[in-house]
């Protein structure tokens, strides 16, 4: 059974951080490229970061590029994105995404709310 668990979520104050973590099983992951995608309350998905299958390319959107790294452990089955200096407005779910050829797999998601 294929499975994506997210964790790490929670409520951090604007400026703080936290690190968000994904545990896949149930596939080869170190041949898939994997990526963090959110919802904020009431908007649809945005792409935040996405990670290859080596590690060697990463890629950020816009918003929050110098803020947040993602990185990936193999051997843990898991990737991470570090969220540094956060803003309200990264309150959202935070979903994990795997992806090989035609095969999508998505974690349940997990809630991070910036407030103070």
């Known amino acids: 059974e294929v499975q994506l668990v997210e964790s790490g979520g929670g409520l951090v104050q604007p400026g ?35 990670i290859s299958s080596t590690g ?11 803020r947040f790294t993602i990185s990936r452990d193999d051997a843990k089955n898991t990737v991470y994105l570090q969220m540094n200096s956060l803003k309200p407005e990264d309150t959202a779910v935070y979903y994990c995404n795997a992806r090989f050829v035609k095969n999508n797999y998505w974690g349940q998601g997990t809630q991070v709310t910036v407030s103070s």
Not at 28 to 43: D, E
Not at 56 to 66: E, F, I, L, P, Q
Request: charged share 15%; glycine share 16%; proline share 2%.
């Open 16 to 50: 703080g951080s936290t690190r968000l973590s994904c545990v896949a099983s149930g596939f080869t992951f170190r041949t898939y490229a994997m990526s963090w995608v959110r919802q904020a309350p009431g908007k649809g998905l945005e792409w935040v970061s996405g």
């Open 56 to 66: 060697a390319g990463t890629n950020y959107a816009d918003s929050v590029k110098g």
